[in-house]
């Protein structure tokens, strides 16, 4: 699964926690996730290392890629594309490494 949120005031969002709050081991033990937060500012990592916590936490694996997309106003074209190539192609990479491990993670058949 991928996990975005916005970053409020350094953190997750409100409502993405109250979701994760509602769920607990049962949904979200033993899955393998990826870490996207979309700020109004400068790229940091304070909300995707407290979503880090949070999905710890509930014994999530968490991939170390991760993206901040950055003064997201202007990150996103009229067509609701990045605008940015690099930023397009981290993307992938994050996309690939969630495929990986989760099949490296995945119980052999
Ligand atoms: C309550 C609130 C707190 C916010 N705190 C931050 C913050 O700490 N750092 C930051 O870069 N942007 C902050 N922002 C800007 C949002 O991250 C940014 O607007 C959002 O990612 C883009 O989604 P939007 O279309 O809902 O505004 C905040 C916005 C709100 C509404």
Redesign the pocket.
């Known amino acids: 699964m991928i996990l975005v949120t ?5 953190s997750v969002s409100g409502v993405i926690k109250n979701a994760l709050d509602l769920m607990s081991f049962d949904q979200l033990s033993g899955k393998v996730a990826g870490l996207v937060s ?4 400068q790229s940091n990592s304070n909300a995707l290392n407290d979503m880090r916590t949070i999905l710890r936490w509930v014994h999530a694996w968490v991939i170390p890629e991760q993206i901040a997309i950055a003064q ?1 106003w202007k990150a996103l074209g009229a067509d609701g594309k990045l605008q940015d190539a690099k930023l397009s192609e981290r993307f992938d990479q994050l996309a690939q490494s969630l495929v990986e491990n989760t099949q490296k993670l995945r119980p052999v058949a």
């Open positions: 916005p970053e409020y005031h350094g979309i700020l109004g500012g997201a």
